[in-house]
């Protein structure tokens, strides 16, 4: 799938999703099932590719601070929704994740609901190919379970307030 379709297919789930992810990720696995099951894994590839690319140490101390701390699951989650906001957005938090902090965070980020943006492909996957899996078909597909360290240089949590003095845990 190309980078254009894919941006595509974010933005109009983003539309009609009105702030919420539990609607983003059913119109996206709407959208994505009506597709051949190639595409639907190639846009699973993108779409995790796109969420290792934000791995990286200082967008994890960011989201540590705005949340008073941030375990993997929560990072890997938190790195989907980003995606899930669309190529300007997730340009500009990779750019600089102070970003993170403009206000959108705190209104769609109340719970742990982009879990499902991080699984809709397989699950988009599953209705469009008739039940298979789509890593037993396609076994080299990526997963968005990070391996290895961050990018970048790695920070302790007592001082990582230190390094994002201007900001402050969400509400």
Not at 50 to 64: C, P, V
Not at 140 to 152: D, H, K, L, N, W
Request: charged share 25%.
């Amino acid at each position: 799938m190309e980078q254009g379709q894919f941006w595509d297919i974010i933005s109009r789930s983003l539309e009609v999703s009105d702030g919420s992810i539990e609607r983003q990720a059913a119109e996206l696995e709407d959208i994505l099932a009506d597709l051949p099951p190639v595409q639907v894994a190639s846009f699973n590839a993108r779409f995790v590719s796109k969420n290792l690319e934000l791995y990286s140490w200082e967008l994890w101390g960011a989201a540590y601070v705005l949340y008073g701390g941030c375990s993997d699951d929560c990072f890997e989650y938190l790195r989907s929704w980003v995606v899930g906001q669309g190529q300007d957005y997730f340009k500009a938090v990779q750019r600089d994740p102070h970003t993170l902090d403009n206000g959108r965070l705190s209104f769609a980020f109340e719970s742990d609901e982009a879990e499902w943006l991080s699984y809709v492909g397989e699950d988009a996957y599953l209705r469009a190919s008739d039940g298979r899996d789509l890593y037993e078909d396609y076994p080299q597909s990526p997963s968005t379970i990070a391996v290895g360290e961050p990018s970048g240089t790695a920070w302790d949590e007592e001082t990582v307030e230190s390094l994002f003095p201007d900001l402050s845990p969400l509400p």
